[in-house]
Structures are given as C-alpha cells and as structure tokens.
C-alpha cells in the first residue's frame, strides 16, 4: 500500500488535518473520514450531481477527484451554506417551492444552483434547464426544482428571504 | 481503483522532468473526468500518476496575428466563456457549450480532452474542423502535431510517453468560413454524442467550393476527417444531391460500435444525416 500523505482541507470553514492514501476519493474522504454526508453517491461517474461540492469555488463532482488533489484548497458542501439557524435563500427556496421529493439529490442541486445563481442572479428558464442538466432528480421533480431556483434568485437579488 | 504513487509537479519544467525519467506505467492525470473513471472501472491501472492540479504555467487564451493558442490546463468552461473565443471561434465556443454538464466543463482541461483519445470527446470534433494544433513538448523539445492526424486509435495519440500536451493552436483566420455542428444525442443533452459532425466550408465569389472539412466522432475508433467527402466537394456549388452524395461517402468510412447511444448500424445512418444536414445549413443562406 502506497503510504498516507498529510492533507490538509478547510470544509465549510473549518481546518482538517488529515492522513489519506493517493486513491482516495474526495467524497469518500468527506463522508467516511470526515462524516460530512451532505454529498451522496449517486453514478458515480460524474454525471447524476449527487456528490456535488464546491472546491476552490468550483463545482467538483467529489467522486471524480482526490482527495490529495484538494491539498489546501476552501471546500464547500450543503452543510456550509446555512447561517447558524438561517437557512441559505436558495435551501429556504427549495423548501418553501417543495423544490425536492426524496431528498437524495437535494445537497447537489442546492450546490450547482448556488454556482448559478452567483454567476446570474436572474438565470431564464433555459439557462437554468442548460446549467442544471448534469443534476439528475429520479424522483423527476424538475419544475419545482426550477421554480425554486427562480424563486431563490428573485430573493437573493432583493436581499429577502427565500418564499 | 488500484492503489498508485502520485506525483505533483508545481510547473512544466518539474512535469517534462518526471515524464523523462517515467515507464510506460505511469499516467499523467489533468482534470480526471476521463482518467479517474477508467481508474475506478479498472480499465487503466497504472503504477503512477502525475497529476497536473498544481501546475501554473500551462494556461492562458492568447491571440498573436490570427493565431489564438489555450494552455492546456485552461478548463473547457472558462475557453467556452472567454470573449476571445467567442469572437473568433464561435464554433468552438459552441461546442463547448454542450460538452457534458456545467460541472465537469469546470473540472475536465483542454489538453485531457485532447490526449485523453476518447472518440466520443466533443471538443476535438470542432477543434479538427479548424486545423487545430496540438503543441507537445518533451524534454527534448516542442513538436507540434497537427490534430487531424493526432489520433491511431481508442484512446491513442501520436504522444511519444515523455511529451506533455503544453497547449492548442488554432492558427488563420476564420471569420469568412462557414462552420456547422451537431452533436446528436438521443437520449439525455448532457450524454456522449450518438455522433456528432462538424463542418467546414470555403467558398469562392462565385459560391464554389474552395475547401472543406467534414469531421465526425463518436463513430469510430477515433475522430476523423472524411477526406473523401471533402474532395467530391472540391470546386462544386454545394446543392442537396452533392451533400447527399458527401454524407453517404462519410457515412461508410464510419466504424461505429452499438452501445446504448445506438446500434452501429443506427450510428451510420445518423452519421450520414447529420453530414448532409450540417453540409447544407453551413452552405445554406
């Protein structure tokens, strides 16, 4: 066995120190050793968006990376938008829009809509159909998801709450 | 995924250094949306990795004259978003535009797109229809391979073992050619193409044919120029009969496999259908 190399991983603003193998897998490492299972796996191909998290401010899918490769990076999960008890606008929409069914690929849509959003805060209904297609929902709810990501933009460029 | 020793070279020079002392058990990894998935299936197992995420100095979209060059580790969202690219490359920025999902454009690089030799990649489609070149360099030097005889088969390239794609150049100037593409998916947009075409054409003032690129993937062991399509076309007025006769010319040097994108037998008409159509949108008013 190849020898454990020395990470270190800030995850939703906190500092990991950590010992992983070269094969290790950023979304095994942040589920098994770090116990943050906000990304899920789905394919594991990167084509679902189930395992969806932020690197370095872009979107990654955590099954395709390593571990090692996020060596120092800023990394961001569902578990990192809240504030404090405040849920995201775009959770809040979700919630409020019912923008999820069985819940499984809600941290990835919530993550890529985020991507979205801070890239065009008022994305049209084929924009956000193009940005979110590498984000499968089998539960098929994909017109509350849209109308929630609508609805989180609208309340993230008026500053209110989600709703 | 077997277990591999991983090296991370800072920059070219500390990369070009480990491919010279490298055996043909080592790999390098860019992005990994190609490499990592054929890792986790078993179907490359090497020894090592050299992975390319620290290296700094192998990006950059330039222009000099007419000549845009990408450094290889650009990803393929931010070549699709930059205006040079949209300016005077809108069919490669097109392209891009419906490689995969948002997410992997943010992960996958254009020199892994390039040397990954996948058949099924969008992006060397568009990049052969512009007589795209791909620069290498090794310890020993630059060479530069033009893209249109880059690929030898499934996943191999003209890379000796110690070259490292260092970048893309699209020389000449595009602006009074007439390009068309598609990429045919029948089933989800963000899938690998059934087939997918891209077209070039050059016309005189009297809307004859001057040149032509005809360049299909995802239906053989690599992508390809159909050269013999391109040459009935040779000094004619693109008419509807002609691009039928070119698309069925282009159709028959497909060597498709059946995969759940379709039958072979499927691909080969497709291939045929799409050649014709994007011949006549490109040479259309």
Redesign the interface.
Known sequence: ??AK?AISLRVNGIDHAIQV???R?LLDCLRDDLGITGPKEGC????C?AC?VMVDG????AC???A??CDGTDIVTVEGLADGETLHPIQQAFIDHGGFQCGICTPGMVL?AK??LDRNPAPSDDEIE??M???LCRCTGYYKIAESIRAAGKAMSTGTKGG | ??????D?PVDKPQTLQLLAAADDDTRLLAG??GL??L??QRLASPGR?I?L?RVTDLGGITLDGTTVTIGALE?LIDIGEHPLIGERLPVLRDTL?EV?????R??ATLGGAVAHGDPNQDTPVALMALDAIVVAESRDGVTELPIAGFYRDYYETRLSPDQLVTAVRIPGDWHSSRFSHKKFTPG???DYACVGVCVRLDFDDRNRCTDSRIVLGSVGPTVFRSRAAEELLAGKAITENLARQAAQIAANETDPVDDTRGSADYKRRMAGVWVRRCLLEAAGP
């Open positions: 066995m190849t190399q193998e070269p094969r897998l594991g191909v990167g084509v968006g969806t872009r979107l990654v899918s395709l990376e390593l090692v490769r890529t991507a979205l193009a940005w297609m590498g984000s | 995924m077997r277990d591999f020793q991983l991370s990994g949306t990592l998935n890792l986790k990795l992975s995420h990803r535009a995969a999902s948002p997410r992997i943010m992960m989800s947009r963000e």
